[in-house]
C-alpha cells in the first residue's frame, strides 16, 4: 500500500505543524515513504498533562458502531475503514516504537435508561444493521450480566463487540518514537505562519514564533484547533470550533476487582457518558461537549455533570480515585468531518478537523495524507472527506 | 500575658514535632519568650499542594458559632475565646512577619433547605442565645437578600456577623516567617521517637527518620493525627483519628463579580456544606467527613458529594473554575476535644487534637502552649483540654 512514488522533493521535504496524533501519524508515514520530516510541536510528548493537544486528553474510543449517527453514515463508514485498520497498525506500531498502547479488544456496551434513551438505542441498532455492523441488542438484565456494576435502573443496551479502545497517551508516544526511528526530525516551537515561496527554491516556509523559517515542498497543518489561526498564503483553512470535553482520569482502588470489563457508556435520561477500562487499572470517565471557544478552565459544572451521569451508569464510580482531571478542544470542522490533504496553495496540505474522531481515525488518517504527500491526490474512500472540499469561496 | 519565666533551660531548649499551625504557632510563641526553638517539619511549609498538613487544606472558616454543637458548649467557649483573640493575633503575626494571612471579617451565613434542616438551625439559634453569642435568625427571603445567587429553596438561615475566615495557608507562611524571625529553627525531617534521656544532659531527644537526634529539654508533639504513630516514652498520645476531608479550591472566572460575599454554609437536607469566599476571588468549597484511617486518595464520590451539595446551595458554583482538589485529615481525639500541654513524661507536651477547629483555634493554642512550656502548667480556661485529663490508663 505504501506509495512508491513518495521522496524528497527538492530537499526541502515536508514540516508537519502539530504533535497531535494526525500530525505524527503523518510524520511518520511520510518518513517510512523516503520524505525528508520535520515535525514543529510546542509541547513535550512525554509531559501528556501539560500538554494541549486533544490527543492527550481523549478516552480513546474507538467505536464507529455506537457512535453512529443518521446522517453520518459517509463518517461512520470512514471510521469503521479506520478501526479495521487498528490490528494490523497497532502490531506495526508497536513493532516499529517497542512501545504498547493499550489496544483492548473487549467490545463496547452501550445502555440507557428511560423511553427517550431507549428509543435512541433502538434507532442506533437499525442504522447499525443497515451499514452491517455487527451489534447485538441487549434486555437490561442482559446488559448486568455483561456487566454487573451497571445501575439496576438500566433498561436495554446495544453490545458491540467490534468497537474497541486504545490509549492515546501511549499511542502518541509510540508515534513519536516510530516517527523519530523512521527518521522524522522534531522541532520544539509553534508555527505562527506558512509562507510562500519559501527560501532557496523551497516551494513554502513555515514561521516559528521565535522568528525561524523552516523551507518546505510540502507543509502539512495539523494543528487541531488551532489550526485556523495560522497565517496562511491563502484562506484555505475553514474556521474550527473548538469543542471542550473536560473529563476524569480514574483508578480502581489497590486490590480492588476492575469496576467494568469494556467500555461502558451510557444515554442517562439523555446525558451521554462514559467509562473506558484500561488494563493497567485506569478507567476515564467522560465528557463534556461545551462550545465555549479556546476556554480550557476546568469547571465546577464540569466535573459534577460528569460525575452525575458516571455515578446514574455505575454506582461504584464513587469509589474510584481520581488521579487527573482534564480539559481538551477538539476540533470541530463546518460540517463535523474531517480535512484532509492538498488544499488550493501548492504543496501545503491539511489533516485536521477530526472533532471527536481523531483517535479512531488515526490510521486511516495516515493512510490518506501518506497518499497525499506522495501523489497530491486522495484515496477515492476519502475524497469526500478532501480539504478542499468546500472551494474557493466557501471558507472563511 | 507573655510568661517571663520562659527562657533557655539547660541550653537544649523546645523541639517542635510538626509544622502546622498548632506547631508553628507553638514554635513563633516558644521564641518570642526566649526559648531556643527547633521545629521539625518533613514537608516545605512554600508548597501547600504538596504538604499533608490539615491546615495546608483547611478552608480556613472561623465558625464557633456556626459550629455549636449540644455537648460541646465547652469546646465552642474555647472557639469563641480564641476568635477574640483574632483580630489582634492577626495585626501581630502580619506586623511580624510582613505578610498578609487574609482575614475577612464579613461574617457567615448558615442556611437549610427542609424542615429537618430548619430544626437544627432553631435549636443551633437557641443555643447561640443561651451561650450569648450575637446571631440573627432570617427568613429565606432574608438570606436571599444578603446573598442573592443563593439557591430559590432556602428556606431559612441564620446570620454569625462575628463568624468569620483566614487563608489558613497564608497564615501558616506567616507563622513560618514569623517563627524564624524570632529566632526558631526548622529542621527538614521526620520524627520517629522521642527517647528519654537525650544526649548530654538533655531531658528528651527527638530521633529523626535519618537516624538524627535533637537534644531537648522539651519536646511538643504537634503531629496531627500521625502524633499517634511516634514512639515515645510512655504512650501518652491517645489514638487519633484521622477524619479525611475532600474539598475544592475554585475560582470566579476572570471579570465575573463574587459569587458570594460571605462565608455561606448550607444544611442541604442534612448534608452540610460550605463555600469560603477569599478577597482575590477565590472560594473554597468543602468538604467531606470520612473516617478511613490514612487515606488520602481524592474520590469520585467525595468530588460529587460536595459538588452536588455546594450545586443546590449556590446553583452558580456551576460556572467557577476549579483551580486544586484538595485532600486533609483531620485529627480527631477520643472525645473530639483537643489535648494540650503536658504529659506524665517530664518535659513532654501535646499540642493536638484540633479536629475541625485547628485554624479556628490557633491563637488559643499560642497562648495555652506558651504558658506550658514556660510553666508546666495550662491557663484555667483550658484545663479541660489538658493532654494529660484522663489519667494513666484511659489512653491505650
Same mark, same amino acid.
Given at each position: 500500500?505504501?506509495? +512508491?512514488?513518495?521522496?524528497?522533493?527538492?530537499?526541502?521535504?515536508?514540516?508537519?505543524?502539530?504533535?497531535?496524533?494526525?500530525?505524527?501519524?503523518?510524520? $511518520?508515514?511520510?518518513?517510512?515513504?523516503?520524505?525528508?520530516?520535520?515535525?514543529?510541536?510546542?509541547?513535550?510528548?512525554?509531559?501528556?498533562?501539560?500538554? &494541549?493537544?486533544?490527543? +492527550?486528553?481523549?478516552?480513546?474510543?474507538?467505536?464507529?458502531?455506537?457512535?453512529?449517527?443518521?446522517?453520518?453514515?459517509?463518517?461512520?463508514?470512514?471510521?469503521?475503514?479506520?478501526?479495521?485498520?487498528?490490528?494490523?497498525?497497532?502490531?506495526?506500531?508497536?513493532?516499529?516504537?517497542?512501545?504498547?498502547?493499550?489496544?483492548?479488544?473487549?467490545?463496547?456496551?452501550?445502555?440507557?435508561?428511560?423511553?427517550? #434513551?431507549?428509543?435512541?438505542?433502538?434507532?442506533?441498532? #437499525?442504522?447499525?444493521?443497515?451499514?452491517?455492523?455487527?451489534?447485538?441488542?441487549?434486555?437490561? &438484565?442482559?446488559?448486568?450480566?455483561?456487566?454487573?456494576?451497571?445501575?439496576?435502573?438500566?433498561?436495554?443496551?446495544?453490545?458491540?463487540?467490534?468497537?474497541?479502545?486504545?490509549?492515546?497517551?501511549?499511542?502518541?508516544?509510540?508515534?513519536?518514537?516510530?516517527?523519530?526511528?523512521?527518521?522524522?526530525?522534531?522541532?520544539?516551537?509553534?508555527?505562527?505562519?506558512?509562507?510562500?515561496?519559501?527560501?532557496?527554491?523551497?516551494?513554502?516556509?513555515?514561521?516559528?514564533?521565535?522568528?525561524?523559517?523552516?523551507?518546505?515542498?510540502?507543509?502539512?497543518?495539523?494543528?487541531?484547533? $488551532?489550526?485556523?489561526?495560522?497565517?496562511?498564503?491563502?484562506?484555505?483553512?475553514?474556521?474550527?470550533?473548538?469543542?471542550?470535553?473536560?473529563?476524569?482520569? +480514574? &483508578?480502581?482502588?489497590?486490590?480492588?476487582?476492575?469496576?467494568?470489563?469494556?467500555?461502558?457508556?451510557?444515554?442517562?435520561?439523555?446525558?451521554?457518558?462514559?467509562?473506558?477500562?484500561?488494563?493497567?487499572?485506569?478507567?476515564?470517565?467522560? =465528557?463534556?461537549?461545551?462550545?465555549?471557544?479556546?476556554?480550557?478552565?476546568?469547571?465546577?459544572?464540569?466535573?459534577?455533570?460528569?460525575?452525575?451521569?458516571?455515578?446514574?451508569?455505575?454506582?461504584?464510580?464513587?469509589?474510584?480515585?481520581?488521579?487527573?482531571?482534564?480539559?481538551?478542544?477538539?476540533?470541530?470542522?463546518?460540517?463535523?468531518?474531517?480535512?484532509?490533504?492538498?488544499? &488550493?496553495?501548492?504543496?501545503?496540505?491539511?489533516?485536521?478537523?477530526?472533532?471527536?474522531?481523531?483517535?479512531?481515525?488515526?490510521?486511516?488518517?495516515?493512510?490518506?495524507?501518506?497518499? =497525499?504527500?506522495?501523489?497530491?491526490?486522495?484515496?477515492?474512500?476519502?475524497?469526500?472527506?478532501?480539504?478542499?472540499?468546500?472551494?474557493?469561496?466557501? $471558507?472563511?
Amino acid at each position: 500500500m505504501r506509495p +512508491t512514488s513518495g521522496g524528497p522533493e527538492g530537499g526541502h521535504g515536508v514540516v508537519v505543524v502539530g504533535g497531535g496524533l494526525a500530525g505524527r501519524v503523518t510524520a $511518520w508515514r511520510a518518513a517510512q515513504d523516503g520524505h525528508r520530516v520535520t515535525l514543529v510541536e510546542p509541547d513535550p510528548v512525554t509531559d501528556p498533562a501539560g500538554a &494541549r493537544a486533544a490527543s +492527550t486528553v481523549a478516552a480513546g474510543m474507538l467505536t464507529p458502531a455506537t457512535e453512529a449517527v443518521f446522517g453520518e453514515e459517509p463518517l461512520m463508514e470512514f471510521g469503521i475503514r479506520s478501526a479495521s485498520l487498528y490490528p494490523d497498525f497497532v502490531a506495526e506500531l508497536e513493532a516499529a516504537s517497542g512501545l504498547g498502547v493499550g489496544y483492548r479488544t473487549t467490545g463496547t456496551l452501550l445502555v440507557g435508561f428511560d423511553a427517550d #434513551d431507549m428509543a435512541v438505542l433502538d434507532r442506533l441498532h #437499525d442504522l447499525q444493521k443497515r451499514l452491517g455492523v455487527e451489534t447485538e441488542r441487549l434486555s437490561g &438484565r442482559e446488559c448486568r450480566r455483561l456487566e454487573p456494576m451497571l445501575a439496576p435502573a438500566v433498561r436495554g443496551g446495544v453490545l458491540a463487540p467490534q468497537d474497541h479502545s486504545v490509549d492515546p497517551r501511549l499511542l502518541l508516544r509510540a508515534l513519536a518514537v516510530a516517527g523519530e526511528r523512521a527518521g522524522a526530525a522534531e522541532v520544539r516551537g509553534r508555527v505562527t505562519a506558512v509562507r510562500s515561496p519559501g527560501a532557496g527554491g523551497a516551494r513554502l516556509g513555515a514561521v516559528l514564533d521565535d522568528g525561524r523559517e523552516l523551507p518546505a515542498d510540502q507543509v502539512v497543518v495539523a494543528a487541531g484547533c $488551532w489550526s485556523d489561526r495560522i497565517d496562511l498564503p491563502e484562506p484555505v483553512v475553514p474556521p474550527l470550533r473548538p469543542v471542550k470535553g473536560q473529563l476524569l482520569r +480514574t &483508578r480502581v482502588p489497590a486490590g480492588e476487582p476492575p469496576l467494568v470489563e469494556r467500555t461502558v457508556r451510557g444515554l442517562v435520561r439523555g446525558f451521554p457518558v462514559y467509562l473506558v477500562p484500561r488494563a493497567d487499572g485506569e478507567i476515564v470517565i467522560g =465528557a463534556t461537549q461545551e462550545e465555549l471557544g479556546y476556554d480550557t478552565s476546568l469547571t465546577a459544572g464540569g466535573l459534577w455533570q460528569v460525575l452525575r451521569d458516571a455515578r446514574e451508569l455505575v454506582p461504584g464510580v464513587t469509589e474510584l480515585e481520581v488521579t487527573e482531571t482534564c480539559v481538551g478542544l477538539r476540533p470541530g470542522s463546518p460540517d463535523n468531518e474531517p480535512l484532509l490533504g492538498p488544499t &488550493r496553495v501548492p504543496g501545503l496540505h491539511l489533516a485536521g478537523g477530526h472533532f471527536r474522531h481523531g483517535v479512531l481515525l488515526t490510521p486511516v488518517t495516515g493512510e490518506v495524507m501518506a497518499r =497525499a504527500l506522495a501523489t497530491g491526490t486522495l484515496p477515492e474512500y476519502a475524497e469526500r472527506f478532501a480539504a478542499d472540499r468546500a472551494g474557493e469561496t466557501t $471558507w472563511k
